[in-house]
């Protein structure tokens, strides 16, 4: 028999934690040269870092009190919108996973109609549409909008994780509910989705990340979220690099710590299968 | 074995025909009754619609065309109909179907609960009971994926039994377990048919045919080729067909 060995599934002598130190220098290695790139480049735009100046707009000290600075201000209205977003597209993505799952032609064709178009245009688009059309016409104030326009952008990408996750429990769990009596509702909620979220979880907290990222756009219609915050910021002082550092690495932490925590959920739910 | 007094109908096929989308006739004007009691056998070769009968009879296919009863309720397009045949009607599955996100104890309360309303404590009782009835109480608190293919088998009658089902359906229940696991198996059904259940039972199992079942029915395309009592059709078939696959099988 012939063997194939590749060459990452090799262990250095010293073993697993020899291993782990090469991997850590390669690592800091990469993010060296990285960093010195840019130190170099930098310089020679002769630009003038100021980072000294940044901690203002996350926080301040007043009448020996910590005070929110602008920044902050920002991300909460971030962590506000993509918070109502993100619940608003699950029900929006698990609904429509539902609809274009059923017999009915009406809800299939809502279903599908609704993927298309949403999928099919730009986010921007979407947001612009919905806050200067139908905001006016509806009466929806600018942060319903947003969170309007994110949520059926976003819940139409879920309804396709919920649907192929829901397709994926194996069809013997369906008949041998039947086969109890369980009606469909009961089949859906104690039999298919329990199973089916193990499934879905991982990709649907890459949606989740997506969602807190194009967050970032709800800046285009003047809501002072992160994003328009920094740029508000930028234009006072001319920060450009220290500020948009400063909002990535925001986002950075954000998104890190919602896909840790989910992978912790994920390690809670993986008891059985 | 005393003779055993079979009731009146309690299953009436009338003429049913189910053709597959792909053009596959499964079931071809097939007419059979069964009685309280009694212990139907199901023979055939593969593809011969054995499984496809037991699947319409508590609707997880639909028929094209005739008619099934099942204790004065028809199996129609009312909903209330369909879930109150499901109700009275178990069935055990070649690759057992259990709930993998639930314990042992929760397959077998979960359909006492949501469709017999029954409490907690009151479905957690039949269940363990049940358990011990197919020999595996201390598995209760495991997941199935715990457990040997006999046991997860056992399980899943337990599961079925339940329900408090009028007729339990057997469709190659022992197929899928490995040699030494099908005679706890068997076992459990034999006890069960002691006790007086309404069973249709397709297996491949002759042995358990010939002891169990009260009538035997060999089919062959969607149709019955040959019907009689178990002895009868291995002694002395009346069909060519049927001594045929019973010689290759034995």
């Given at each position: 028999m012939r063997t194939l060995i590749?060459?990452?599934?090799?262990?250095?002598?010293?073993?697993?934690?020899?291993?782990?130190?090469?991997?850590?220098?390669k690592f800091l290695l990469v993010i060296g040269g990285i960093t010195w790139l840019m130190v170099r480049g930098t310089d020679m735009l002769g630009y003038n870092w100021q980072w000294y100046r940044v901690p203002q707009y996350l926080f301040s000290f007043e009448n020996n009190q910590l005070k929110a600075g602008p920044l902050l201000d920002g991300l909460m209205v971030t962590f506000y919108i993509s918070?109502?977003?993100?619940?608003?597209?699950l029900v929006f993505g698990l609904t429509?996973?539902?609809?274009?799952?059923?017999?009915?032609?009406?809800?299939?064709?809502?279903?599908?109609g609704y993927l298309e178009i949403i999928r099919n245009t730009p986010l921007l688009v979407q947001l612009f549409l919905i806050y200067f059309v139908l905001g006016p016409i509806l009466g929806i104030d600018r942060l319903?909008?947003?969170?309007?326009?994110?949520?059926?952008?976003?819940?139409?990408?879920?309804?396709?994780?919920?649907?192929?996750?829901?397709?994926?429990?194996?069809?013997?769990?369906?008949?041998?509910?039947?086969?109890?009596?369980?009606?469909?509702?009961?089949?859906?909620?104690?039999?298919?989705?329990?199973?089916?979220i193990r499934r879905i979880l991982p990709p649907l907290t890459g949606q989740a990340i997506s969602l807190v990222k194009d967050s970032a756009l709800v800046s285009t219609i003047a809501i002072y979220d992160l994003t328009m915050r920094g740029q508000e910021i930028i234009a006072d002082t001319y920060l450009a690099f220290e500020i948009w550092f400063t909002i990535a690495g925001i986002y950075l932490v954000i998104t890190v710590t919602l896909s840790t925590l989910v992978n912790r959920m994920e390690n809670r739910f993986r008891v059985a299968i | 074995?005393?003779?055993?007094?079979?009731?009146?109908?309690?299953?009436?096929?009338?003429?049913?025909?189910?053709?597959?989308?792909?053009?596959?006739?499964?079931?071809?004007?097939?007419?059979?009754?069964?009685?309280?009691?009694?212990?139907?056998?199901?023979?055939?070769?593969?593809?011969?619609?054995?499984?496809t009968f037991l699947r319409c009879l508590n609707g997880l296919e639909e028929i094209d065309s005739?008619?099934?009863?099942?204790?004065?309720?028809?199996?129609?397009?009312?909903?209330?109909n369909r879930l109150e045949i499901r109700k009275e009607v178990g069935m055990v599955f070649q690759l057992f179907n259990l709930f993998p996100h639930l314990t042992v104890l929760d397959n077998v309360s979960l359909a006492q609960r949501l469709v017999r309303k029954k409490s907690k404590k009151e479905a957690s009782e039949t269940s363990m009971e049940l358990l011990r009835k197919v020999g595996i109480p201390e598995?209760?608190?495991?997941?199935?994926?715990?457990?040997?293919?006999?046991?997860?088998?056992?399980?899943?009658?337990a599961r079925a039994l339940a329900m408090m089902p009028k007729v339990m359906l057997f469709d190659e229940a022992t197929s899928a377990l490995d040699p030494e696991m099908i005679g706890e198996v068997l076992e459990v059904m034999k006890n069960l048919a002691q006790e007086g259940m309404t069973m249709i039972v397709v297996t491949h199992e002759m042995g358990f045919a010939r002891e169990v079942g009260d009538r035997m029915i060999f089919m062959e395309e969607g149709e019955i080729v040959e019907e009689g009592s178990?002895?009868?059709?291995?002694?002395?078939?009346?069909?060519?067909?049927?001594?045929?696959?019973l010689s290759q099988i034995l």
């Amino acid at each position: 028999m012939r063997t194939l060995i590749f060459p990452y599934h090799k262990i250095p002598a010293g073993g697993p934690r020899s291993a782990l130190l090469i991997d850590v220098l390669k690592f800091l290695l990469v993010i060296g040269g990285i960093t010195w790139l840019m130190v170099r480049g930098t310089d020679m735009l002769g630009y003038n870092w100021q980072w000294y100046r940044v901690p203002q707009y996350l926080f301040s000290f007043e009448n020996n009190q910590l005070k929110a600075g602008p920044l902050l201000d920002g991300l909460m209205v971030t962590f506000y919108i993509s918070g109502f977003s993100l619940l608003l597209a699950l029900v929006f993505g698990l609904t429509t996973a539902l609809l274009r799952m059923s017999n009915s032609f009406l809800a299939t064709a809502l279903a599908r109609g609704y993927l298309e178009i949403i999928r099919n245009t730009p986010l921007l688009v979407q947001l612009f549409l919905i806050y200067f059309v139908l905001g006016p016409i509806l009466g929806i104030d600018r942060l319903f909008s947003a969170v309007l326009a994110l949520s059926l952008f976003e819940g139409a990408y879920a309804s396709e994780i919920f649907r192929a996750g829901i397709v994926s429990v194996h069809k013997g769990q369906w008949e041998a509910a039947y086969s109890l009596g369980l009606s469909s509702r009961d089949t859906y909620s104690r039999i298919i989705l329990p199973q089916a979220i193990r499934r879905i979880l991982p990709p649907l907290t890459g949606q989740a990340i997506s969602l807190v990222k194009d967050s970032a756009l709800v800046s285009t219609i003047a809501i002072y979220d992160l994003t328009m915050r920094g740029q508000e910021i930028i234009a006072d002082t001319y920060l450009a690099f220290e500020i948009w550092f400063t909002i990535a690495g925001i986002y950075l932490v954000i998104t890190v710590t919602l896909s840790t925590l989910v992978n912790r959920m994920e390690n809670r739910f993986r008891v059985a299968i | 074995m005393p003779e055993k007094m079979l009731g009146n109908d309690i299953i009436t096929a009338d003429k049913i025909n189910k053709t597959f989308p792909n053009e596959v006739q499964a079931l071809c004007d097939f007419s059979t009754r069964v009685r309280r009691r009694e212990v139907l056998v199901i023979i055939g070769p593969s593809g011969s619609g054995k499984s496809t009968f037991l699947r319409c009879l508590n609707g997880l296919e639909e028929i094209d065309s005739g008619s099934i009863v099942i204790d004065g309720v028809p199996l129609d397009h009312k909903k209330e109909n369909r879930l109150e045949i499901r109700k009275e009607v178990g069935m055990v599955f070649q690759l057992f179907n259990l709930f993998p996100h639930l314990t042992v104890l929760d397959n077998v309360s979960l359909a006492q609960r949501l469709v017999r309303k029954k409490s907690k404590k009151e479905a957690s009782e039949t269940s363990m009971e049940l358990l011990r009835k197919v020999g595996i109480p201390e598995k209760a608190n495991t997941f199935p994926n715990h457990l040997s293919g006999g046991q997860q088998q056992r399980v899943a009658i337990a599961r079925a039994l339940a329900m408090m089902p009028k007729v339990m359906l057997f469709d190659e229940a022992t197929s899928a377990l490995d040699p030494e696991m099908i005679g706890e198996v068997l076992e459990v059904m034999k006890n069960l048919a002691q006790e007086g259940m309404t069973m249709i039972v397709v297996t491949h199992e002759m042995g358990f045919a010939r002891e169990v079942g009260d009538r035997m029915i060999f089919m062959e395309e969607g149709e019955i080729v040959e019907e009689g009592s178990p002895d009868q059709l291995f002694t002395n078939p009346k069909k060519e067909r049927t001594g045929l696959f019973l010689s290759q099988i034995l």
